[in-house]
């Protein structure tokens, strides 16, 4: 299914929600671009919104997050992309992208770099699929859209902390890959399609180790009302969790369109660490890891949209030397590190481009749960969060594609 098939209506006049979904599938990370010929097109996304969050029911003796107001830019984004007909059905293919933070007029991207988003070279075919080289968002990644109907837009809005996220620890599943390629086997997500990412950034160019390699593998299918996706993503030796280890994900989404106003989209989550756990004569082999799933339902009423979404994330299974390590590896605690959280959105579209969305959120934690909201935490810090503290959210905002 192409990002222009499924898509809503406005009256007679075909509309892409400025959620960034239509209502059987995104396009997947590597499809390439529908652009003919030799073109070059400007484009970009804006989601300012203001927010509401705090959290409460934190267990003694840690406190609740504060209330508090925030003005977020929520993915707003723009870039540069555009294609150079190759002749014999090939096209070269370039994009720069770049994150905006509408409040302040500034970069948003946390390394401070200029393109924060994905920036790539390639070429393309209809017949022999995609390759693209440069800064990348992985087929894993690209899977966040899939299963919550809401892009990047509205985090809190957003079951990503519980689907990405090991009780809150981070293992960059939801991260761009630096110096990687990507080949995909069709130009867009039609049909049965795989997907290959690889990166080998070395800590040390004098060294033969592959410190940060990162490597994905996904397959695809897309026909008619229904679009199924797999994929395996490796990380070695990012020390977020074990040390000298290897992070790794397997995750399955999915949506089906039973009519052309309303859709359910899912996904289905494992992740964990194995590696070095624990210091000197307790040091060993041993993995952390957790199972997690979402879903979501989207309907169409003419100029309004609502998505409903819940998930929910099992308890941590700490096993070897990972036993018993931290808190939330505790034999006794391990299943209380799990979480729940219901969302619901609601958005009028005032043109195919331009849309007001309102949402609110609470995620439950566990007696041991440090789950927060995605980009807007209540508590920037998981060391800061206190062990149970339920956050809740809810705001309203403004989003407009060009």
């Not at 990412?197 to 390699?213: I, K």
């Not at 679009?227 to 790794?248: F, H, I, T």
């Not at 210091?279 to 409903?308: C, P, Y």
Request: overall charge neutral.
């Amino acid at each position: 299914m192409s990002a222009q098939e499924g898509q809503s209506k406005l009256g007679a006049e075909e509309a892409q929600s400025p959620l960034g979904y239509d209502l059987v599938s995104q396009p997947v990370s590597g499809d390439g671009m529908p652009m003919t010929g030799n073109a070059v097109q400007l484009y970009g996304l804006l989601t300012p919104t203001i927010a509401y969050t705090k959290s409460t029911g934190a267990r003694s003796p840690g406190v609740n997050g504060p209330a508090a107001v925030r003005f977020a830019s929520n993915g707003s984004f723009w870039g540069i992309r555009g294609t150079e007909d190759l002749g014999g059905g090939w096209q070269a293919i370039f994009q720069y992208e770049n994150t905006i933070n509408l409040g302040t007029g500034t970069n948003t991207n946390a390394s401070g770099t200029f393109a924060g988003r994905d920036t790539f070279v390639g070429v393309q075919s209809d017949k022999f699929g995609v390759l693209e080289m440069g800064y990348l968002t992985s087929p894993l990644y690209n899977t966040v859209g899939i299963y919550k109907f809401l892009g990047d837009q509205l985090p809190i809005a957003s079951t990503t902390t519980l689907m990405t996220t090991l009780n809150g620890t981070s293992l960059q599943f939801n991260q761009r890959v630096a110096g990687a390629v990507l080949y995909s086997t069709s130009k867009d997500s039609e049909g049965l399609v795989g997907h290959f990412l690889y990166s080998n950034n070395q800590s040390d160019p004098s060294d033969d180790t592959p410190a940060g390699r990162v490597y994905t593998l996904s397959g695809s299918y897309g026909a008619g009302p229904l679009y199924l996706q797999y994929v395996y993503e490796s990380r070695l030796d990012q020390n977020k969790l074990a040390a000298s280890g290897n992070d790794w994900d397997h995750r399955i989404v999915g949506r089906y369109s039973f009519t052309p106003t309303f859709a359910v989209a899912f996904g289905l989550d494992y992740a964990g660490s194995d590696g070095t756990y624990g210091k000197k004569a307790a040091m060993g082999d041993g993995r952390v890891s957790r199972q997690a799933a979402t879903i979501s339902f989207a309907k169409n009423l003419g100029r309004h949209e609502l998505i409903a979404s819940y998930g929910i994330a099992r308890g941590l299974n700490c096993s070897g030397a990972a036993a018993n390590v931290s808190a939330s590896c505790l034999t006794a605690n391990q299943s209380s590190t799990g979480a729940q959280q219901a969302s619901l959105v609601y958005e009028y579209q005032f043109s195919k481009r331009t849309s007001v969305a309102t949402y609110v959120s609470r995620i439950w934690n566990r007696s041991q749960g440090l789950y927060d909201f995605d980009s807007t935490p209540v508590v920037q810090s998981v060391s800061a969060r206190s062990p149970g503290a339920d956050p809740l959210g809810f705001g309203v905002g403004i989003l407009t594609t060009f």
